[in-house]
């Protein structure tokens, strides 16, 4: 389930995957030393307005971008100890000349919707005269289309980074680095925290697993990442929450796995031990994370997560439209009644945010209302409706080369109403359906009474932590801004006086929804 948006999924990190040594014998980069010192500048690029990017959430909670570089963050761990890094991450921050004159090299690390700035940033580098490194989706899946760059690391970076950091200490850097297999995460660093800032994001990320074991036709992750979870051990994950505690970080951290529930043994196993690591630190945080829908199949394991702190959950869930699933082979989603799945995880006191698709070839114009319907009945607030997109290297786009209906290359932004293919229902009903479906689902009368049924279903369960000095801020903000200044006042004043009378015991989750509708709000204005 999970990966940044590639259709319905979430935020992954956008990366030069990063390593790991499978056993603490092997190499460890970031323990290693370079003759030759070299400086280093870490450059993220701009992320577009999308659902994911929770911009306008921004202002009403005093942060300044969603999620921190964690692939940069990582790589910059297994870079000479001896050589000096700075990391620019633009969501955050403009990228200035001097920085890129100080530089000896570029390290850029980009998703596919980040190309734009991306580009801009290679554009940059090169009139400076220094060399860019790039990895991650943008470049693992389309290096031909960036010539210009005078190094690509296609893939995951963890076995190549030693022969990568030789070449370039001793002058010989190679167009292309491509690694033979997937690498062994296990190996993997800790992300270097101490190149951010952690007070300018919303929340913060640790990886456990990167691959999927289910293969939906739409999805890149398995052709990228594979279909045998790779897991970290338990150990290393609560070094890396130790590592997140140590920046005195209190609030949300995003798991950002394509699957966290693919390999499900492991999964218990690592639970277990955040369990214990939440008792031993008295750690405040809450989790976040990507899975499917099977998770509610398994009650030890929603029980697990729900102990260790996970309150809200992204699926895939694409189409209440058993055709479409079977179309796009989400086996998992078949032959379930969907709706109760995810009042079932509600029950149980995790929050289902959930991805949806339109455009799939067995999708008929009544699809936006079945859709529609579904939403609210599930109750799931934060709905990522997008457009069908076939992103290279998956089935999909092989399909529809074959039957000759690709039209272009993705932006990698599945919310930006621009089929890259031919689609089976007429485009312009697609478009102007998906439109409208979007309008209506975060209109506030609508998302309000979403939330409600949400509210209606939801067992808040598991630790909970007290209010903070920010989240007091992020209220008054959010009562201000909704409450008096924007459109959907009066909804939004009805709505949390029924969250507090009805309520009460989920008061602080029907105050995040709402900060979080006026996002959704926002973006789909712009559709
Ligand atoms: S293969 Fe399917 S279930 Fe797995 S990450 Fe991709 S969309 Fe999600």
């Not at 991450?89 to 700035?117: G, K």
């Not at 790779?230 to 920046?247: G, I, M, N, S, Y």
């Not at 479906?437 to 279903?457: E, I, K, N, Q, T």
């Not at 989750?509 to 559709?527: C, D, N, P, Q, S």
Request: charge should be neutral; glycine fraction near 6%; proline fraction near 6%.
């Amino acid at each position: 389930m999970s990966h940044v948006p590639p259709m319905s999924h979430a935020p992954r990190t956008s990366m030069l995957h990063v390593p790991t040594p499978s056993n603490a014998a092997q190499v460890v980069p970031a323990t290693t030393t370079s003759s030759r010192t070299m400086n280093i500048l870490l450059v993220s690029p701009r992320t577009p307005d999308t659902f994911w990017s929770f911009s306008h959430v921004m202002r009403l909670v005093g942060r300044k971008t969603a999620f921190p570089p964690l692939g940069l963050m990582t790589v910059a761990a297994m870079l000479p100890r001896n050589w000096n890094l700075r990391l620019v991450d633009l969501n955050v921050t403009a990228l200035r000349d001097d920085d890129l004159r100080w530089a000896d090299a570029v390290f850029l690390s980009a998703m596919i919707v980040q190309e734009p700035s991306a580009r801009e940033v290679i554009t940059r580098a090169n009139a400076l005269a220094r060399p860019v490194v790039a990895g991650g989706p943008l470049f693992t899946t389309g290096a031909e289309r960036f010539p210009e760059v005078a190094c690509c690391v296609v893939g995951e970076a963890e076995d190549l980074m030693e022969t990568l950091v030789a070449d370039l200490a001793a002058g010989r850097l190679q167009p292309r680095y491509q690694a033979a297999e997937r690498p062994d995460i296990r190996r993997t660093p800790i992300p270097r925290w101490d190149l951010v800032d952690v007070d300018d994001y919303l929340t913060l990320s640790v990886q456990f697993s990167r691959g999927c074991p289910f293969d939906c036709e739409f999805c890149d992750i398995t052709a990228v990442y594979g279909r045998v979870p790779r897991v970290k051990t338990p150990a290393r994950v609560v070094e890396e929450l130790d590592a997140v505690l140590a920046t005195g970080w209190k609030g949300a951290i995003f798991v950002v796995d394509d699957n966290f529930i693919g390999n499900r043994a492991r999964t218990k196993e690592l639970l277990a031990a955040m369990i214990a690591w939440r008792d031993a630190r008295g750690a405040t945080c809450n989790f976040t994370t990507e899975a499917s829908i099977n998770l509610v199949d398994d009650p030890e394991l929603l029980d697990l997560m729900v102990r260790a702190g996970f309150k809200n959950v992204f699926i895939g869930i694409e189409s209440p439209q058993e055709e479409s699933l079977k179309e796009c082979r989400k086996v998992q989603n078949t032959r379930r009644d969907l709706v109760a799945s995810v009042r079932a995880i509600h029950a149980a006191g995790m929050q289902v945010m959930a991805g949806f698709i339109v455009g799939f070839d067995s999708d008929k114009p009544g699809i936006f209302e079945l859709q529609r319907r579904f939403i609210h009945e599930a109750g799931v607030s934060t709905a990522m409706v997008g457009m069908l997109t076939a992103l290279p290297g998956t089935r999909l786009f092989t399909r529809l080369t074959v039957e000759g209906r690709m039209l272009g290359r993705s932006s990698g932004n599945n919310l930006d109403a621009v089929m890259n293919f031919v689609p089976r229902l007429d485009p312009t009903v697609l478009t102007q359906g998906y439109r409208s479906l979007v309008g209506d689902l975060y209109a506030p009368r609508s998302y309000y009474a979403r939330v409600l049924v949400f509210l209606r279903d939801y067992r808040p369960n598991g630790p909970r932590a007290g209010l903070r000095g920010d989240d007091v801020l992020a209220f008054a903000r959010s009562l201000w801004v909704l409450g008096v200044v924007e459109p959907g006042r009066w909804e939004f004043w009805k709505f949390i006086a029924r969250a507090g009378i009805f309520h009460r015991e989920a008061f602080a989750e029907a105050v995040e929804a709402a900060i979080r509708g006026y996002h959704f709000r926002k973006v789909a204005a712009t559709l």
